[in-house]
């Protein structure tokens, strides 16, 4: 029997595991407290609820890692303060953030955090580790397609030019 023929969780982790797991971690603990920054700009119901889910998931994502990375003797990225509640009122109008950038900067981040599952996935020879990341995958995608639905209601969503003509002739 080999090193890796074993428990996958007894395996070590290689060089790309630990760096794609720390490098994520550092990210959703960055991205917790940007979500808990927007939670004070936001004035929609729906989208305070959806953010609320979204730093709720982030907490559970890096618990998950932090307990991955401290089983295999990682140090751990900082994690950066908790932001204060604010009253939306308090912050000036020119000041603050709206609605559709708030939910277009998440849906930009649902998208990078796909691509950044999807490469942890391939990269991955521990098959507790890539099955970890494909459950962050599907909640991203499940998120980004309930983000996508609000966006396109609340008229939200500014989409890149279409494409009506038909194609003249044949390629």
């Known amino acids: ?5 074993s428990n996958p969780v007894d395996e070590p982790m290689h060089y790309g ?7 994520y971690l550092s990210a959703t603990k960055g991205k917790i407290a940007g979500y808990q920054t927007m939670l004070n700009h936001t004035g929609d119901e729906e989208l305070r609820d959806f953010i609320q889910d979204m730093i709720k998931t982030g907490k559970q ?7 991955l990375l401290k089983e295999n003797g990682v140090a751990l990225p900082p994690t950066p303060p908790e932001r204060p509640v604010a009253n939306l009122e308090s912050i000036p109008v020119g000041a603050r ?3 559709p950038e708030i939910a277009t900067s998440i849906a930009r981040d649902l998208a990078m955090g796909l691509v950044a599952c999807s490469q942890a ?3 991955s020879i521990r ?6 990341y494909g459950q962050f995958h599907m909640k991203k ?3 980004g397609t309930t983000l996508l639905r609000m966006q396109k209601e609340k008229g939200w969503l500014v989409p890149p030019p279409l494409h009506l003509q038909e194609p003249v002739g044949a390629f």
Do not use: L, T
């Open 127 to 132: 098959e507790d580790i890539g099955m970890m």
């Open 121 to 123: 996935m391939g990269e």
């Open 141 to 143: 995608a499940q998120a």
């Open 97 to 99: 953030f709206n609605d």
């Open 17 to 23: 595991e630990v760096f794609a797991a720390w490098s």
């Open 1 to 5: 029997m080999g090193v890796m023929s």
């Open 61 to 67: 994502e890096e618990e998950q890692i932090e307990r």
